[in-house]
């Protein structure tokens, strides 16, 4: 049984940066892609970037395109995401994920339990 364990959410002012960190066990970390949803209030979740098993590959929302970057390290099985030019609209639970490498949530089966980030403006 896979566990992942986010951390690195918290209060950012509009523009600012943080990093979120996703420490994965009990599975073979360096065989799946990971991936990050959000979901916002009041929001449905949402794709927000993947990472394929090898880091060849990753891709982004358009949303957070060209301010997010994701990377992983196989030997630490860690997974982070970095953000930057933080706005309010990024503010929601943060999770991280390990499966497929897809953009559709429904794919995932292993969920970490979240990292808050809220952006003030």
């Known amino acids: 049984q896979v566990q992942l364990v986010e951390s690195g959410g918290g209060l950012v002012q509009a523009g600012g940066s943080l990093r979120l960190s996703c420490a994965a066990s009990g599975r073979t970390f360096s065989t799946s892609a990971v991936g990050w949803f959000r979901r916002a209030p009041g929001k449905e979740r949402e794709f927000v970037s993947r990472?394929?098993?090898?880091?060849?590959?990753?891709s982004y929302a358009d949303s957070v395109k060209g301010r997010f970057t994701i990377s992983r390290d196989n030997a630490k099985n860690m997974a982070w995401l970095q953000m930057n030019s933080l706005i309010p609209e990024d503010t929601a639970v943060y999770y991280c994920?390990?499966?497929?490498?897809?953009?559709?949530?429904?794919?995932?089966?292993?969920w970490g339990q979240g990292t808050q980030v809220t952006v003030s403006s």
């Open positions: 994920v390990l499966g497929p490498y897809s953009e559709r949530a429904r794919d995932y089966d292993a």
């Open positions: 990472i394929s098993w090898n880091a060849y590959a990753t």
